[in-house]
C-alpha cells in the first residue's frame, strides 16, 4: 500500500529553466496540497487541488509556478524559468475527503537551482 | 499570520528523559497537528488535538492545547535516539491549508 510518492527525488536546474514536479497521492485520495520548505524555515502553504480543479491558491507566487491535477496522472507543480530563490524542498500532501485533517506527506522533492 | 511558533529552535536531550517542545500561535484555530520530519524525508502526522480539546495522548506523546493562551506543547516521554528529528506544530481554520511553524530540532543522544 503506497504512500503519498513525489518525484523526482532531488531535482538539479539552471536559472532560467523549467521544473515539474510530481506528486502521486496515497491510493483513494482525491485532494492534493503542496508546500514548500525554504532552508531554515517551515513548510509554508501553496496550492489545494482536487480532480480537474484548483480549489485554493492563495499560497502560490503569482508568476511562474502553476499546479495541475488532471483526472488520470499525477499532481504537476510547475515552475518556469526557476531563479536561484526558488531552491527549496517540495512536499505533497494528500487527504482523502474535504473534511479530513488529516494529510498524509510525500517525501518531499528537493529542487537546486544553480 | 497564522503561523505556529516552536519553542525551543533546537534541544538536545539524553536517551531515556523528557522532550517537551511548546508551540503558540496567533489567531483560533480548528484543530492543532504535531508533525515529525526525519532529515531529508517526508513529514509524518503525529497527532491532532481540536480546539475544544485539553489534552490528548499517543504512546509515549503527549499533548496539550491551552486555545487561551495560544499554545500547545508536545510531551515525548522516555526518549529514544530514534527519536531526532524536527517537530512542526500545524494550526488550521478554514481546514484548506495548514500554517506550519518553523520547527523544533530535537537531538536524542544515546
Known amino acids: 500500500n503506497a504512500g503519498v510518492m513525489q518525484n523526482p527525488r532531488h531535482l538539479v536546474r539552471r536559472r532560467g529553466q523549467e521544473a515539474r514536479l510530481r506528486c502521486s497521492p496515497m491510493k483513494g485520495h482525491s485532494h492534493v496540497y503542496w508546500y514548500r520548505q525554504l532552508p531554515e524555515e517551515g513548510l509554508k502553504f501553496m496550492v489545494y487541488?482536487?480532480?480537474?480543479?484548483?480549489?485554493?491558491e492563495s499560497g502560490m507566487p503569482k508568476e511562474r509556478f502553476s499546479a495541475e491535477f488532471p483526472k488520470e496522472g499525477p499532481s504537476i507543480l510547475r515552475i518556469q524559468q526557476v531563479v536561484r530563490g526558488d531552491s527549496a524542498a517540495y512536499f505533497c500532501a494528500s487527504s482523502n475527503v474535504r473534511t479530513s485533517y488529516e494529510q498524509y506527506f510525500g517525501p518531499g522533492t528537493r529542487l537546486t537551482v544553480t | 499570520s497564522q503561523q505556529g511558533e516552536e519553542d525551543p529552535q533546537a534541544l538536545s536531550i539524553q536517551e531515556g528523559e523528557n522532550a517537551t517542545m511548546n508551540c503558540s500561535y496567533k489567531t483560533s484555530i480548528n484543530n492543532l497537528q504535531w508533525y515529525r520530519q526525519n532529515s531529508g524525508r517526508g513529514l509524518v502526522h503525529l497527532i491532532l488535538?481540536?480546539?475544544?480539546?485539553r489534552e490528548k495522548h499517543s504512546g509515549r506523546l503527549r499533548v496539550t492545547l491551552d486555545t487561551s493562551k495560544k499554545s500547545s506543547s508536545l510531551l515525548i516521554t522516555a526518549s529514544r535516539a530514534a527519536d531526532t528529528a524536527s517537530y512542526f506544530c500545524?494550526?488550521?481554520?478554514?481546514?484548506?491549508?495548514?500554517?506550519f511553524g518553523t520547527g523544533t530540532s530535537l537531538t536524542v543522544i544515546p
Open positions: 488535538i481540536r480546539s475544544n480539546e
Open positions: 500545524a494550526t488550521d481554520d478554514t481546514g484548506n491549508q495548514f500554517y
Open positions: 487541488l482536487q480532480k480537474e480543479n484548483i480549489i485554493d
